[in-house]
């Protein structure tokens, strides 16, 4: 049985706690859940709540990216695949002009942030390719967006069947930072307008095709170079 601390932790606790927070959110799934509840069970051990960890961390590996338009497709759909990466990886993103040119914004942790950029990449490309065999440009961007949904809801299935008791509090800091983030340096962002299906079999097909695409590869080698992140 864990036992509870009643002396104050040192720094080095609290910055153990705060590492492990920060690799509950690996797109390694054993290696996120391991930390979780390492993170939970010191918690426990010396009776800290997550806003005192929070208190001390203060978001500070919080950051943005900027990520330029990849294949063939505009804001609508590049921002829909864009918004189904960052809400299954801890992150949230706008839609904004950077040096001149419309920019893809990812706030998030540095980890989170990488995923979701290789990730976007490959799928922008793949779904281009695969969009291809239709002709029209509406039919082209209902077959995207239905790709781009399909992607959405396979990582919210991913990220419910990983949360657990012990991970839900860490989701919320997580996201409370991102917010904190977004809120204090882009007070003022509008709603972009909502995509239009106007093409339902193309959308289906988009769909049928997005249940396919392989969401590890394309980021597996990559971060396990720059971080021995994945296993």
Same mark, same amino acid.
């Given at each position: !049985?864990?036992?509870?601390?009643?002396?104050?932790?040192?720094?080095?606790?609290v910055?153990?706690?705060?590492? &492990?927070?920060?690799?509950?959110?690996?797109?390694n799934?054993?290696?996120?859940?391991?930390?979780?509840?390492?993170?939970?069970? =010191? &918690?426990?051990?010396?009776?800290?709540?997550?806003? #005192?960890?929070?208190? $001390?961390?203060?978001?500070? #590996?919080?950051?943005?990216?900027?990520?330029? !338009?990849?294949?063939?497709?505009?804001?609508?759909?590049?921002?829909? =695949?864009?918004?189904? =990466?960052?809400?299954?990886?801890?992150?949230? !993103?706008?839609?904004?002009?950077?040096?001149?040119?419309?920019? =893809?914004?990812?706030?998030?942790?540095?980890?989170?942030?990488?995923?979701?950029?290789?990730?976007?990449?490959?799928l922008?490309r793949?779904?281009?390719?695969?969009?291809?065999?239709?002709?029209?440009?509406?039919?082209?961007?209902?077959?995207?967006?239905?790709f781009?949904?399909?992607?959405?809801?396979? &990582?919210?299935?991913?990220?419910?069947?990983?949360?657990?008791?012990?991970?839900?509090?860490?989701?919320?800091?997580?996201?409370?930072a991102?917010?904190?983030y977004?809120? %204090?340096?882009?007070?003022?962002?509008? $709603?972009g307008?909502a995509?239009?299906?106007?093409?339902?079999?193309?959308?289906?097909?988009? $769909?049928?095709?997005?249940?396919?695409?392989?969401?590890? $590869?394309?980021?597996?080698? %990559?971060?396990?170079?720059?971080?021995?992140?994945?296993?």
């Amino acid at each position: !049985m864990t036992s509870i601390q009643t002396e104050k932790p040192n720094d080095s606790i609290v910055e153990k706690i705060a590492k &492990l927070i920060a690799l509950s959110s690996s797109p390694n799934e054993h290696e996120a859940k391991f930390a979780a509840e390492k993170a939970q069970e =010191l &918690l426990l051990k010396y009776n800290l709540e997550m806003s #005192d960890i929070e208190a $001390r961390k203060s978001g500070e #590996d919080v950051g943005e990216i900027h990520v330029g !338009m990849e294949g063939e497709f505009g804001v609508t759909v590049n921002g829909f =695949l864009v918004k189904a =990466l960052t809400d299954g990886y801890f992150c949230s !993103m706008f839609i904004s002009s950077h040096n001149g040119e419309r920019t =893809l914004t990812i706030i998030g942790e540095p980890v989170n942030m990488i995923a979701v950029r290789y990730l976007y990449t490959y799928l922008a490309r793949e779904v281009s390719r695969l969009a291809k065999a239709y002709r029209g440009a509406k039919q082209r961007e209902s077959f995207a967006l239905g790709f781009a949904e399909e992607i959405r809801q396979r &990582l919210q299935d991913k990220l419910r069947a990983a949360t657990t008791t012990s991970t839900s509090s860490l989701i919320t800091i997580k996201s409370e930072a991102v917010d904190l983030y977004k809120n %204090t340096l882009y007070p003022n962002l509008s $709603r972009g307008r909502a995509a239009t299906i106007s093409d339902p079999n193309a959308y289906r097909s988009g $769909r049928s095709e997005g249940a396919k695409a392989n969401l590890n $590869r394309p980021i597996e080698a %990559t971060l396990n170079r720059r971080n021995g992140l994945l296993s």
